[in-house]
Nanobody, 121 residues
Framework: QVQLVESGGGLAQAGESLRLTCVAS????????MRWHRQAPGKQREFVAG???????VYANFAKGRFTISRDNAKHTVWLQIDNLNPEDTADYYC???????????????WGQGTLVTVSS
């Protein structure tokens, strides 16, 4: 069974930086794409950034310039660096993995449980 676990959230002051981590565990062969999403209180979940196993990245417009996604294919890990945090970044941040191949089965889409980021002004 493949699972995604996020970490790195917490309380931060406006202007600070945070680095979120998502680790995929299990007998993984490959993961085509890993993504970050976020859901602010009272709002719908929105896409933040994604990265393929080849290193191609895509960002939501709001994320360009302050958010950086990266991954280590061998460690099945993806990071999201958020710089110059502001209160509007307060949200639960979720990791997802698309087209996951493992030794036992394949998964089209997997989600983690999320990590909460709270930014105070």
């Amino acid at each position: 069974q493949v699972q995604l676990v996020e970490s790195g959230g917490g309380l931060a002051q406006a202007g600070e930086s945070l680095r979120l981590t998502c680790v995929a565990s299990g007998k993984i062969v490959s993961i085509e794409s890993m993504r970050w999403h976020r859901q602010a209180p009272g709002k719908q979940r929105e896409f933040v950034a994604g990265i393929t196993d080849g290193g191609s990245t895509v960002y939501a417009n709001f994320a360009k310039g302050r958010f950086t996604i990266s991954r280590d294919n061998a460690k099945h890990t993806v990071w999201l660096q958020i710089d110059n945090l502001n209160p509007e970044d307060t949200a639960d941040y979720y990791c997802s993995a698309v087209d996951v191949r493992s030794e036992r089965e394949d998964y089209r889409l997997l989600w983690g449980q999320g990590t909460l980021v709270t930014v105070s002004s």
